[in-house]
């Protein structure tokens, strides 16, 4: 499958996406917020689709240690972790990184900050509501992880305030934070931070994050994507 965008890249970027995707296409797997670096930084790009059990076989294993999607391949490189994977499209192409250093070294706190402080409460909320609703402690353990994400939300809130974004501009900051508040989808949190539900819709609304996300929803409904 190949989606075209913008500049022709001289080596074939190939990514790898579930071949099922468990949330049905709603672009919440991570090879939604590398499609949309991708789009964001007008890159060709190819899929291949992995099952479940091939993603843990040698081949895919080489690629990736711990039997994951997405992978990113471009000519010799190939590199696993969304993290890293946005940070090398953001520093080779224009579009998701500010040219000043300051700004530039800010842009990079708030992608750390993304995955590495607000993406873990949220997971771990998300994953317990998928598989421990049969557990005798569910609902006290489910209260206690809800907790944690609204402390994160609410510190987040109050940092993003009124502003459209981290800083001046989108960045790789804003693309992979509005990804990992998408994962909140239908957990009825998000809507209590109406600073925060509308900088998702914000991020949602860019051109890039619809190309990205009509592709992954076109694996899922079988149909080729519209724009
Ligand atoms: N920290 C990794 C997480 C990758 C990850 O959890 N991928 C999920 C899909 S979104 C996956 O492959 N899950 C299947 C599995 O772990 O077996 C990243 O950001 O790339």
């Known amino acids: 499958m190949m989606f075209a965008q913008g500049s022709i890249s001289t080596m074939t970027i190939t990514i790898t996406a579930f071949e099922r995707s468990p949330d049905g296409g709603k672009g919440l797997a991570r090879d939604t917020r590398v ?4 789009e964001e930084a007008g890159q060709l790009y190819e899929v291949r689709l992995v099952s479940f059990r091939a993603m843990k076989e040698a081949a895919h294993l080489a690629l990736h240690p711990f ?3 997405p992978t990113y391949q471009e000519g010799d490189l190939a590199l696993f972790e969304t993290g890293a994977i946005v940070l ?5 192409h224009a579009g998701l990184l500010p040219d000043d250093a300051n700004a530039r070294a800010r842009a990079i706190a708030w992608m750390f900050a993304a995955l590495n402080t607000v993406e873990p409460p949220i997971v771990e909320f998300g994953m317990a509501r998928i ?3 049969d557990k005798s402690w569910y609902e006290e353990r489910q209260a206690m992880l809800e907790q944690r994400v609204h402390t994160r939300l609410g510190e987040f809130s109050s940092r993003l305030g009124r502003a459209d974004w981290l800083d001046d501009a989108f960045s790789a900051g804003d693309l992979l934070m509005v990804t990992v508040l998408r994962r ?3 957990a009825g949190v998000l809507e209590q931070y109406p600073n925060l539900s509308a900088y998702v819709a914000r991020g949602e609304a860019r051109p890039a994050y619809k190309r990205a996300f ?3 929803l076109a694996v899922f409904t079988g149909k080729p994507p519209t724009s």
């Open 35 to 38: 499609r949309w670096a991708l």
């Open 67 to 69: 039997g994951q999607i």
């Open 88 to 92: 090398h499209i953001a520093t080779h």
């Open 131 to 133: 598989f421990e609703r």
């Open 184 to 186: 909140l989808d239908g």
């Open 214 to 216: 009509d592709a992954q």
